[in-house]
């Protein structure tokens, strides 16, 4: 497994890389955005550890940029931005884990693994319900006519809905098992990763709306049969 570390500190990245090393993965690392923004979409890498607080593109921006483009790499930010709101900033923005500074690099392990075990069963290879599917191995969501790859985000939240059809999901339990976040911050990432569905599932078609139903005030549920 290759893996990318965008890092400015050099005692951090050198504590990172040597213990990414032992632990048996392959590091490459740089210490700017713009620098590491580039290795990405070279698409040689199979997970990307961040900082934010970088020169000449910050980790934020980076992410949002990969993101808007439809770049599905898991990432992992690392970062001495530890308050609430930054870190749930990230995970709207399309990180897969947050790490705040200082840390432990059996954790970053751990968490570089959960990530990485965050599927389907390798066995499965597709899901689907009514006139949606999911090609799991590439993440891609077929909605009638349209097509999109999800982020690792929005196909976990996609999925975890598609276990029950019609079942209404609360916010919380969405959080707990997508974010795995056991308590509710009062935040929207719930809200916004939704949307992004609806967006990428409605784009260009105005035959079909989107597979999700918001239930007010309660959460959400995939429909067990389109309206259209």
Not at 53 to 78: A, E, H, S, Y
Not at 89 to 106: C, M, N, R, S, T
Not at 109 to 130: D, F, G, L
Not at 132 to 156: G, P, Y
Request: glycine fraction near 6%.
């Amino acid at each position: 497994m290759k893996i990318l570390l965008i890092e400015d500190e050099a005692k951090i990245a050198e504590f990172v890389i040597k213990g990414l090393q032992q632990a048996g993965y392959e590091v490459d690392h740089v210490g700017d955005g713009a620098s590491g923004l580039a290795l990405i979409l070279e698409g040689q890498h199979d997970l990307v550890i961040l900082d934010v607080m970088l020169p000449k593109l910050n980790g934020f921006d980076l992410l949002r940029q990969l993101r808007q483009d439809g770049n599905t790499m898991p990432v992992i930010i690392l970062s001495a931005k530890v308050d609430l709101p930054d870190r749930l900033l990230g995970f709207e923005i399309g990180a897969d884990d947050y790490l705040p500074k200082p840390f432990f690099v059996e954790e970053l392990i751990a968490r570089i693994r959960a990530v990485m075990n965050r599927k389907v069963p390798e066995q499965v290879q597709h899901m689907s319900s009514h006139h949606l599917t999911l090609d799991v191995v590439n993440r891609k969501a077929q909605w009638h006519e349209v097509s999109a790859i999800l982020s690792q985000r929005e196909f976990s939240l996609l999925a975890y809905l598609m276990r029950s059809p019609g079942h209404i999901y609360s916010r919380q339990q969405i959080l707990k098992h997508v974010w795995e976040i056991n308590f509710d911050p009062e935040t929207n990432v719930v809200d916004v990763c939704v949307r992004r569905i609806k967006r990428k599932l409605s784009r260009n078609s105005n035959e079909h709306s989107s597979p999700i139903e918001s239930v007010r005030g309660v959460g959400y549920r995939l429909k067990v049969e389109d309206a259209a």
